[in-house]
């Protein structure tokens, strides 16, 4: 790779020497959900289907009141189930975190929560419209009724209030002008919501209040989720933040708004962190010490030093740029999938040629993985895959970094640095963004240039709305799905 790798400056697009349609805006991009943790979530739902249809009286359902009772009666089961599973999932299990990755389980957690909460109101609705026609009363008088006849139920409610409000907070709509904070202690509420709901489920469910089996059943399963939540994400960070004793050593000026924080500790390769991965970091300074952000590794991990480089977008992030050396910090993780290792096994060494592509604080993992990838086992100089020649000098890994402005290329020294020792391709891509028929990594342009596109394995990193964009565009161009790797920096 040449000393100063090139800088593209996009220029506007030429004018169609005829009118033609431009490209339509990607529709917003949704990745899939894990197949395999989808399925055995949904196998689970079976003995709590299986435990409302032995309870329910061959017969029984003789009547519209007596089919929406028990319809209630299974919407409750389901959303209690489903209650359990969501804290499961966000127990921070490092399998989860790491082999299916944060933001997979985030979002698994997002849609599941979704039909939680409408089945907990489902359950509501259900029982009360179906007791109340079989006692030839109205709605609301026998909502009055269950809910001040019994003190269990008087809790349930209550829960089903908090659901509510978690629900409300969660709306994409609602989400987006709350502070994550806020969101975030909201969602606390979901455990007082389990425990309010807990007692009326062996108090007024047949399913439970008729067998002592399923009632020890059931109490397992939430001690075996309770103490998942209060192990890893109480235990295992506090462990290792007293056992790694990690500091600040230096903060240093990167570019506008940007710092990188360079930190030490004991034995940190005993932590098992890979390139590609984040933390959540807890800096124990005035003001700081009771929120934790996720920030990535920016650099590969040692045995005594770790760095992150950290974007000032609100209070949290801009005050990491006044942080003391010596200040201690605590931790959790490190967590994440977007790793070498988990894309190509244990040597992880890529099967084909990789593209890198980052944008904003987006380099951070990329510039980790750009340091540490070995050489591609197909690809680099000298490979021919008929259409392209992959050979092109970039030893089958090319970083693209975009940007605004030349000042905005976050770590591009290092990464020039990088290039040369490695024999890596790198490229800047400077300048406004275009609309989606002239941005600078539109389809066709990313197929000029990239050498053998539709053979890489592409690892994206940035701002969400960018990385949708690009997404599409690289599917366009013709690379399958499944080699798109991206980490969203937000949950
Ligand atoms: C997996 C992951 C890795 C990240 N890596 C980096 C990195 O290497 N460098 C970098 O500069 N930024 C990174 N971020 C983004 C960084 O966490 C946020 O910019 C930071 O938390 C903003 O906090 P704030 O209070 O300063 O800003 P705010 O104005 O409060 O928030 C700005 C944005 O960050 C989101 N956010 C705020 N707090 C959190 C939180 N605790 N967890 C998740 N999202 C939050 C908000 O929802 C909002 O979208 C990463 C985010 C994630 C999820």
Known sequence: MSANPPVLRPRPAPRPARRRAAPSRPAPHREPMPVVLTAVIVAGALPVAFVWWQNTIPGSLDSPAADLSAAGRIAGLLAAYLLLVLVALMARVPWLENRIGSDTVARLHRALGEYTV?????????????????????????????????????????????????????ARAIRRRVAYESWYHVHLLAYVAIALAFSHEFAVGTEFSASPRNRLLWSAAHVVVGAAVVVFRLGLPLYRSLRHG????????????????????????????????????????????WQSHPYSLSAAPTPDALRI???????ASGAVARLRPGTRVWFEGPYGAFTARRRWGATARPARPVLLLAAGAGVTPLRALYETLPAAARGGPGHHDGRHDSGSGDGG?????????PEDLVLHAELRRIAQARGFGLLAVVGPRGGPADDPLRADRLRAMVPALAERDVYLCGPA???????????????????????????
Request: with cysteine.
């Open 397 to 405: 890994v090319l970083l693209v970094q975009r940007a605004s402005r």
């Open 246 to 289: 990690v500091r600040v050593a230096a903060v240093v000026a990167e570019g506008p708004g940007v710092v990188s924080v360079h930190l030490t500790g004991r034995d940190l390769d005993r932590l098992g962190a890979r390139a590609g991965q984040f933390l959540r970091w807890r800096f124990l300074a005035r003001g700081q010490w």
């Open 465 to 491: 709305g960018w990385t949708a964009f690009v997404r599409a565009e690289l599917r366009r161009a013709g690379v399958p799905a499944r080699r798109i790797r991206t980490e969203a920096f937000a949950f």
């Open 309 to 315: 480089t950290v974007k000032a977008l609100g209070d």
């Open 118 to 170: 409408a089945l907990a109101f489902a359950h509501a609705v259900l029982i009360v419209c179906g007791y109340a026609w079989q006692g030839h009363t109205d709605p609301l008088t026998e909502t009055w009724a269950v809910v001040t006849g019994y003190t269990d139920v008087w809790l349930a409610a209550v829960s089903l209030g908090l659901l509510g409000l978690i629900g409300v907070v969660s």
